[in-house]
């Protein structure tokens, strides 16, 4: 049982969104929990699929090459890192969403690679709510026009927002960031455009996802909290 920590991890992490979810304002108590695994050998995946997770969180298109086909095909994979252009055909059918939507390059090559495959693919969008000049992502102030241009290609459905908040040390500093995502999605949904939902708000990480979940993510996205720190050196 070498990785027996890795399930008293998710019981933990389970166990304050559960807490989070009683301190949330609003009656709904949709969150899923995004195990994100990047830089991590496959037999820890294999483990924490072992204590339940089904939703993977990867940053870079060959790891979830390399994973998909080592791992149970239930498995739900989300892209939630940068992803260039000519890589979207290798991952369009292997992964159930794309977090990181964040120009109209992106959205119209996942669209191409989409029609080919005849799938529809869901997309969230990307927002740098904090206006980092280090952070990926749409303006606030942008996002009602970029999503207006997308929406309209074929093979992508846009289906809500997502942020990498401030790294901070104390999580209520981004509170407010948290409060303002949820706005913007509301915001949005006024809009009424058509192909457009916000049904989903990816925000939350190791050192906010309790937060997160008070202000209304409905997907949190934790790594180092299940699987410990990642190591780039090698
Ligand atoms: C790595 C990563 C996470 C998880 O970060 P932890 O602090 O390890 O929980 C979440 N979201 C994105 C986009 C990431 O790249």
């Given at each position: 049982m070498e990785y027996e920590f890795i399930q008293k991890n998710i019981n933990k992490v389970n166990e304050n969104i559960?807490?989070?979810?009683?301190?949330?304002k609003e009656t709904s108590n949709n969150?899923?929990?995004?195990?994100?695994?990047k830089t991590k050998p496959w037999e820890m995946l294999q483990a924490a699929y072992d204590s339940g997770c089904r939703l993977f969180g990867e940053n870079k298109v060959q790891e979830i090459m390399d994973k998909y086909d080592k791992l149970p095909n239930d498995i739900k994979w989300h892209m939630i890192g940068h992803l260039q252009t000519n890589k979207v055909k290798y991952i369009i059918d292997k992964v159930a969403c794309i977090h990181s939507v964040d120009s109209v390059?992106?959205?119209?090559?996942?669209?191409?690679?989409?029609i080919k495959k005849n799938?529809?693919?869901?997309?969230?969008?990307?927002?740098n709510i904090a206006d980092e000049e280090s952070k990926f992502g749409i303006k606030p102030e942008n996002a009602i026009e970029f999503i207006?241009?997308?929406?309209?290609?074929?093979g992508i459905h846009i289906n809500g927002l997502m942020t990498v908040a401030p790294y901070v040390?104390?999580?209520?500093?981004n509170r407010p960031y948290f409060v303002k995502m949820r706005e913007?999605?509301?915001d949005i949904s006024m809009e009424n455009i058509d192909n457009v939902d916000m049904s989903e708000l990816s925000m939350g990480m190791s050192g906010d996802y309790e937060v997160a979940i008070e202000e209304g993510?409905?997907?949190v996205r934790v790594g180092t909290s299940i699987f410990g720190e990642r190591n780039y050196s090698h």
């Open positions: 559960d807490n989070a979810l009683k301190r949330r969150v899923q929990l995004i195990a994100v695994s390059r992106l959205a119209e090559a996942i669209s191409k690679e989409a799938i529809v693919i869901d997309v969230l969008i990307e927002i207006r241009e997308i929406s309209v290609l074929p040390e104390d999580s209520e500093e913007l999605s509301v993510a409905t997907f």
